[in-house]
């Protein structure tokens, strides 16, 4: 793949991605591992682990055909197919992460088993009873019409079809800090109680098999490892902006309860 910088030089996010992979010592003209891009590619709280505890969780099989909605750059697209052997279609809003997601597909040779859409959640342009699993992870607190939601993330799964999922709720005091990672300011960040989101999973047509609070866990390992990206390393930086603030924010409004993080698997009834 020679010149893949000039070809992409009118095309900000590849170009920036191929930068970085380059100053982190990659060579984007060799094969890259899916697990090389884990501090690029996973753009979520707790990052890969977080992408693989949820995988366990999931019991996701090679033959089923997963959708992630808000996948981003597709790193836990990448990480499901790579494991697994699994086919992902992965679905996002931004047409500079579907661009990015597409060249790190072909950068790890996995664009064979993965397709990226641009589109909504909230219109999902995909069949009824399509797909196995339903994933997402970290991106419900950016939709404020929850109900739509989970009522499509439903419609497209099949029978018996599970949705798993990461996200930040509210907690006991009004989320004060910002920016966040998912909103700049109060008006872009749409969080809803643990209580309410499990009551109109269930309404929606969901019944649980996990639904547990991680917040506790995740504030300890972000504890014993602290220490920011030494330069040249690949990370998140590398496409948000005020990474550090936003982090910091994040962390104080889950040590204030401000906000938590929790996790689940929900059955298509």
Request: aromatic share 6%.
């Amino acid at each position: 793949m020679p010149g893949l910088e000039a070809h992409y030089a009118a095309r900000d996010i590849e170009g920036r991605i191929l930068a970085a992979l380059r100053a982190a010592g990659l060579n984007p003209e060799q094969r890259l591992a899916p697990e090389a891009l884990g501090a690029l590619d996973h753009f979520h709280t707790g990052g890969m682990r977080a992408s693989r505890e949820l995988l366990e969780l999931a019991r996701i099989r090679a033959e089923d055909r997963v959708l992630d909605i808000g996948a981003g750059l597709a790193g836990p697209a990448r990480l499901l197919v790579s494991a697994l052997g699994c086919r992902v279609d992965c679905l996002d809003m931004s047409p500079d992460y579907c661009a990015g997601a597409a060249l790190l597909n072909r950068l790890t040779g996995l664009d064979d088993r993965i397709d990226v859409h641009e589109g909504s959640a909230l219109d999902l342009p995909f069949a009824d009873d399509s797909f196995d699993i339903v994933w997402m992870q970290n991106v419900g607190m950016n939709i404020a019409d929850k109900r739509k939601l989970y009522g499509e993330i439903c419609r497209v799964l099949k029978p018996g079809g599970r949705y798993a999922f990461q996200e930040m709720t509210a907690g006991d005091a009004a989320t004060t800090h910002f920016p966040l990672p998912w909103a700049t300011d109060p008006a872009e960040s749409f969080l809803v109680t643990a209580d309410e989101m499990r009551s109109v999973l269930g309404e929606s047509g969901f019944v649980a098999e996990l639904f547990e609070d991680t917040s506790d866990v995740h504030l300890s390992r972000t504890a014993a490892n602290a220490a920011p990206a030494a330069p040249g390393q690949l990370g998140l930086a590398v496409f948000v902006d005020d990474l550090a603030q936003k982090a910091a924010n994040a962390r104080r409004s889950l040590e204030e309860g401000q906000v938590r993080l929790v996790r689940g698997v929900y059955r298509v009834r």
